[in-house]
């Protein structure tokens, strides 16, 4: 049995304030809020989903905003970086609405592949901005300021920082069934299934301070499987090969299991399948707190506990 997940599932990072997370994605960056939930681990936090009309699988940003933690650290053993991908003619836009809004921002650079701008949100998260030739997913179309031409079109790339590269570039090509696609020195990008925007990793080794996990740091990265069948055989197969990894949970919109790559991010391979509108119409995404049926009962509790948040 060969892993191939198919692209990046969706990346879930911490936050501090609420209120200022969702702003900042939905009216900067113009995602769309498609659910307002909370961790189901810890539910009196809050667990805001950003991504397309539909959430689709491989544009979804996720957080656990947390008033008052801690600032994280970028180093080793974290996601350093999240890229999205917006049109080529898209970056100069950008730019401008960046500077404009007081977001920090840095100047758009060119790597060998394409043009990226780098900036960052109100905790300090990086993200990037990818020029994408043939990106054929379209951008959300709900924010009246970003005209659908520039919108972005969902994940590109998620960079991990590691001491050392080749152990975690084993587990993504040996295990993960991930093809390395280029190298430079120190650093090395890895292509799922057709590879291109929504479906590369990059490594960067040699990185020796240690990342802190807290505010403004992404707490995991999860990889597509295509259904539940699927990934039940693909947890058999990482217990096979000696990774710890978890039973599978509902995590409502999709089903899911967990485990460590050897720079000790955390993984998750999480189903396409059933979605976001499984508990709400598509039209009436993200508009109302939601919970999985075992948390219904608790619901004013969990929702006097929650921090306020408008949107
Ligand atoms: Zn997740």
Redesign the pocket.
């Known amino acids: 049995m060969t892993i191939t997940p198919h692209g990046i ?2 990346v ?1 990072a911490i936050a501090s304030d609420p209120q200022s997370n969702v702003d900042f994605y939905t009216k900067v960056l113009g995602l769309r809020l498609v659910k307002q939930t909370v961790n189901f681990d810890a539910p009196h936090v809050w667990h805001l989903y950003y991504g397309d009309e539909h959430g689709s699988p491989a544009s979804i940003l ?1 957080f656990f905003p947390w008033p008052g933690v801690t600032p994280g650290r970028e180093g080793s053993g974290l996601a350093t970086a999240t890229a999205f991908s917006v049109p080529p003619e898209s970056i100069g836009f950008w730019h401008q609405r960046a500077l404009q809004l007081g977001v920090q921002v840095e100047a758009p650079k060119t790597t060998v592949d394409s043009e990226v701008l780098t900036l960052f949100d109100n905790d300090g998260m990086r993200l990037e901005l990818v020029a994408s030739e043939g990106d054929s997913r379209s951008g959300w179309d709900g924010v009246g300021d970003i005209p659908l031409q520039h919108a972005v079109r969902g994940l590109h790339t998620v960079t991990l920082s590691e001491r050392m590269l080749d152990p975690t570039a084993g587990m993504l090509t040996e295990l993960l069934g991930m093809k390395l696609s280029g190298e430079t020195s120190g650093m090395a990008s890895f292509d799922m299934g057709q590879g291109g925007a929504g479906a590369s990793v990059q490594v960067i080794g040699g990185v020796q301070d240690r990342g802190l996990q807290a505010g403004g740091t992404v ?2 990265v ?1 990889f597509r499987a295509p259904d539940l069948a699927t990934m039940e055989l693909w947890q058999q197969e990482l217990l096979s090969r000696g990774v710890s990894v978890t039973q599978i949970m509902d ?1 409502q919109y999709f089903k ?1 299991i967990y485990f460590r790559e050897p720079g000790g991010v955390l993984f ?1 391979i ?1 189903t396409d399948d059933p979605g976001f509108d499984i508990d709400e119409p598509l039209l009436e995404l993200g508009r109302k707190l939601k919970l999985p049926p075992w948390l219904e009962p608790s619901r004013e509790q969990i929702a006097m506990s929650l921090p306020r948040i408008e949107v």
């Open positions: 599932h969706h879930t996720t707490h995991h999860a995590r899911s998750e999480a």
